[in-house]
């Protein structure tokens, strides 16, 4: 009989029991923006399917979540410059989105567009022996793009998932895909393609 999902090797190079799935700001406070809110179901559905993926095939996921304080000590140039903050600590609306469970999750909480400064993400994954990380989330121009990019600079692999990311500008985000897939050779994949990735296939006959 024909598996109906063939299994498939990874399109990267680092083993898949070396890799971890980032989730970038899945929260609610970022469906808030009306763009992003009319393909919230849609958005959800997809990062649902990849955390799943995950899960089955035992990969550590790590949740990273914008938190700012109140005393505007982690406000960002523009936060400052504009007298207005958001994404409070103890906000409702900085949890992750209602329809996730992401409570298995490694979490880190950053106060800037890219994930890794300010933050322990790099020590994180470097403790986990992560070679290669698999992302998704939002907004692709901002946090996604920055994110991935230093992940490169620290010589970590990376694979997007294309309707698992999404932005608040949609009008950037097949562009910011095509420029990372571009320049940088990142994998651009959908969710039903990284699902038929599997240990498994390391060890099926060429």
């Known amino acids: ?7 498939s090797r990874a399109p990267w190079r680092a083993p898949l029991d070396r890799t971890a799935l980032l989730v970038v700001d899945l929260q609610e406070a970022f469906f808030e923006d009306q763009a992003l809110a009319a393909h919230r179901e849609e958005i959800v559905a997809r990062a649902r399917q990849v955390i799943r993926w995950a899960e089955r095939e035992h990969l550590p996921i790590v949740n990273v979540r914008t938190v700012h304080q109140r005393d505007r000590s982690t406000w960002t ?3 400052l410059e504009d007298d207005q903050g958001f994404l409070f600590e ?4 900085t949890a992750n989105v209602s329809e996730l469970d992401l409570s298995a999750a490694i979490e880190i909480t950053k106060t800037r567009d890219d994930a890794f400064v300010g933050t322990d993400l790099e020590s994180t994954l470097l403790d986990l022996d992560i070679e290669a990380v698999v992302v998704i989330g939002v907004s692709t121009h901002t946090c996604v793009m920055l994110t991935a990019a230093h992940a490169f600079a620290l010589d970590i692999e990376v694979a997007l998932v294309r309707d698992a ?3 608040h500008r949609p009008e950037l985000h097949e562009l910011t895909l095509d420029t990372l897939r571009d320049e940088y050779r990142f ?4 969710p039903d393609a990284l699902c038929r990735v599997t240990a498994t296939a390391d060890r099926a006959p060429a």
């Open 1 to 7: 009989m024909t598996d109906p999902s063939p299994r």
């Open 77 to 79: 140039i523009t936060m």
């Open 90 to 93: 103890g906000d409702e609306h």
């Open 165 to 167: 990311i999404a932005s």
């Open 187 to 190: 994998p651009v994949l959908s």
